[in-house]
């Protein structure tokens, strides 16, 4: 009996655990993301910070891409992983001209937002207070330097854009 009984509590759990699986979306935000993404492969929903995420890659297009929505479905933002060389013009500049051109650059990315410009992110690994660091650097499309930030471990300099 008690073997009965050990199973039958397994098995409900395993089902309570399917069951609250709080990486899913609510089905008009898969609606949302499903117009607004048709090409859209490799889907995984997550949950960061109150908003669904849906982490995906665009059939035929390099790079990964995070789409952010709200509670109640509504696009947010998107990070689009993008090459160094993909950058607009007026950004490289900007980064060469402050950093060199032999800067490792580790990352870059491109936000888009609703009702915002577009921001463009670049992790590199540039001498910080003599120092070797690893920084994020936000530039607007037209080259101005938004905004610096040591890169923190664990952190996704996304969340500063973010509305809260």
């Known amino acids: 009996m008690r073997k009965i009984m050990f199973a039958v509590i397994a098995v409900a759990a ?14 008009s935000t898969r609606n949302a993301f499903n117009e607004q993404y048709p090409t859209a492969v ?4 997550d949950r960061k910070h109150g908003y669904s995420v849906a982490e995906f890659r665009l059939s035929g297009e390099w790079g990964e891409h995070e789409a952010w929505y ?14 160094f060389s993909d950058l607009p013009g007026a950004v490289q500049t900007a980064f060469h001209t402050a950093y060199g051109t032999e800067t490792p650059v580790a990352d870059v990315e491109r936000l888009e937002r609703k ?23 936000d ?11 040591v890169d923190v471990e664990d952190y996704d300099n996304v969340y500063y854009y973010l509305p809260f």
């Open 42 to 45: 490799d889907v995984d929903w």
């Open 139 to 149: 530039y607007t499309e037209d080259g101005t330097l938004l905004r610096t930030n």
């Open 14 to 27: 395993t089902l309570l655990a399917v069951g609250c699986d709080d990486d899913r979306a609510p089905q």
């Open 70 to 83: 709200d509670k109640h479905g509504n696009w947010v933002m998107t990070s689009i992983d993008m090459r």
């Open 115 to 137: 009702n915002a410009a577009t921001i463009y992110l670049i992790e590199a690994e540039i001498v910080f207070d003599g120092y070797l660091t690893e920084v994020w650097l």
